[in-house]
């Protein structure tokens, strides 16, 4: 799970259910006391440059403030109490503040957000990886750091230099795109078509997308436009095989700021001679984006039978397959 994955999933529950399971603290998440909201201690600046400079020098991490952490008998620090954060509105303030002065550079999407658990509120950080590191620690420290097993360490000079000449990368991210495609007399159509986009700073090469779509919904064999051609190649598959991956070769690249369209997944509504409808189904699907600098992502898109019926259809039949739908609702 990325660090932008368990900061959107933080909630009271699963605050909650660090303490009961004794989290431990890991690379990408950090526990921290607050001694004073207005952050006038100096140890609680410390911290929080370190960790800017730690997670931003590494794969990114979400602090928790108002949480004690202590190791145990096994010797690995693990959340033993919430004793909370006093005034959190206001301590969000001040970290808003001190995020442009406790690192230099200052570190590109830094939140903050306030979880209310039981009684008492917690503050969750969320650190990004930086495209730009190294980034140095001020508040007194004046050095750089990396976040390895539940610690920051200060960087030796062979990490720093290795940093500095760090090529920026790329991100990639998919976006789809729901349409309807007109039909026959009997069925009615919609796409989705799927394009990789690159929101980072480096160019992506060799892209790949892995999709498998659960039936009766697949890949239209048709290609993009219905010439047989998509914005990758496909490549060949197993007998029996679900699964259809497109590949560039290296000389395919999405650069920064762009993105490419690779293939588009068909749906259909079918008309009985009664005027009933079947393949009514929900469309779900799961996705993989990579590339060949390591850029990762995966995850799954779905469109309830109602949403796909909205997309494909038009009036009347739209009426009466919303009218259909409500029905089975009931």
Known sequence: MSAEQLFDQLSSDVVQGFLRDGREE????????????????????????RALSG????????????????????????????????????????????TGEAVRPIVDGVRHR????????????????????????KCGENQYFKRAGDAFYALEHFDIADMFGRRPQPRLRPIFTVRPSGGSG????????????????????????HLRVDPPFRVDEHGLTGNLQDGLPRLPRAQGASDVVFAGSTSTVVHAGTDLQVCSVKMWVTFLADDGVRDL?????????????GA?????????????????LTEPRLSFVQAVLRERAR
């Not at 039981?118 to 190294?134: F, G, H, N, W, Y």
């Not at 159509?189 to 790949?208: F, L």
């Open 281 to 293: 189904h929900d469309l779900r699907f799961t996705y993989l984006i990579t590339c060949a600098e």
């Open 114 to 137: 306030c979880i209310e658990v039981k009684d008492v509120s917690v503050i969750a950080t969320l650190v990004p990886r930086s495209e730009v590191a190294p980034h140095m620690a």
């Open 186 to 209: 009997k069925e009615a159509h919609g796409v989705v078509v799927v394009a990789i986009e690159n929101i980072g700073r480096g160019i992506a090469t060799a892209p790949a997308l």
């Open 55 to 98: 997670f931003a020098n590494s794969d990114g991490g979400v602090i928790l403030w108002g949480c004690n952490a202590r190791k145990g008998d096994d010797d690995i620090d693990r959340l033993q109490s919430i004793p909370g954060v006093a005034d959190p509105a206001y301590a969000i303030t001040r970290l808003n503040s001190l």
């Open 26 to 49: 890991d690379l990408s998440l950090d526990f921290k006391l607050l001694t004073q909201p207005a952050f006038t201690s100096r140890e609680d600046r410390k911290n929080f440059a």
């Open 296 to 312: 990762r992502v995966e995850g799954e898109f779905r469109l309830t039978a109602s949403e796909l019926a909205a997309v494909t």
